[in-house]
């Protein structure tokens, strides 16, 4: 696991992770940044994979494919945090 995913997933979101990559679901994301996103990053996170939900002043939900995506996302200096969706009631 690449150290940017260690610096800005939550310690249950790094539990979480082999259990994510045996799934083929799309893996569900609010991120983090440092300030408000420029056009500029938002291509750059798109160029990685990630698909924007929503966003509000410097948080973005969102998704991602695959394990390989949320690491490039993770590399972008300008994520400051990842938090990983988790469902809220067991069905």
Known sequence: MID?????????ALNQLEQIML???????????EKPLSPAQQDE???RGYRSHYVVGNFSS??????????EVAELQFVRNIELSFPMSKE
């Open 4 to 12: 940017a995913l260690r610096k800005k997933l939550s310690a249950w």
């Open 62 to 71: 969102g998704s991602v494919s695959n394990v390989k995506q949320l690491e």
């Open 23 to 33: 799934s083929s679901d799309e893996i569900e994301m609010l991120v983090r940044t």
């Open 45 to 47: 996170l798109q160029k």
